[in-house]
Nanobody, 125 residues
Framework: QVQLVESGGGLVQSGGSLRLSCVAS????????MAWYRRAPGKQRELVAT???????NYAANVKGRFTISRDNAKNTLYLQMNSLKPEDTAVYYC???????????????????WGQGTQVTVSS
């Protein structure tokens, strides 16, 4: 498993920006697909964005165009740049390492095998 530590959460006004970071331990970071999940109060956990070792990305429809996932393999770090934040983006955000599968149909699946402790993002209206 990979040890993951998130940072960068905080309180921001609606329309503002935040960048989350996730530092991974070990030498296999570059070989892993990575993802950000979030869990808002009273809601189910949601897959926000994923990135493969080859830098292919996928986004949830409600963040596409506002959020950008990226990785720096030299620093073992995953990022989530969040712009035009809305109150409904308020949640605990989790970094995960895992594996991604793309199917001939065009569909995509992701499975996590390591999780960080989470970082709180609060967007005020």
């Amino acid at each position: 498993q990979v040890q993951l530590v998130e940072s960068g959460g905080g309180l921001v006004q609606s329309g503002g920006s935040l960048r989350l970071s996730c530092v991974a331990s070990g030498s296999i970071f570059r070989l892993k697909s990575m993802a950000w999940y979030r869990r808002a109060p009273g809601k189910q956990r949601e897959l926000v964005a994923t990135i493969t070792p080859g830098d292919s990305t996928n986004y949830a429809a409600n963040v596409k165009g506002r959020f950008t996932i990226s990785r720096d393999n030299a620093k073992n770090t995953l990022y989530l740049q969040m712009n035009s934040l809305k109150p409904e983006d308020t949640a605990v955000y989790y970094c995960t390492a895992g594996s991604a599968t793309y199917y001939a149909s065009g569909s995509f699946s992701y499975q996590s095998d390591s999780w960080g402790q989470g970082t709180q993002v609060t967007v005020s209206s």
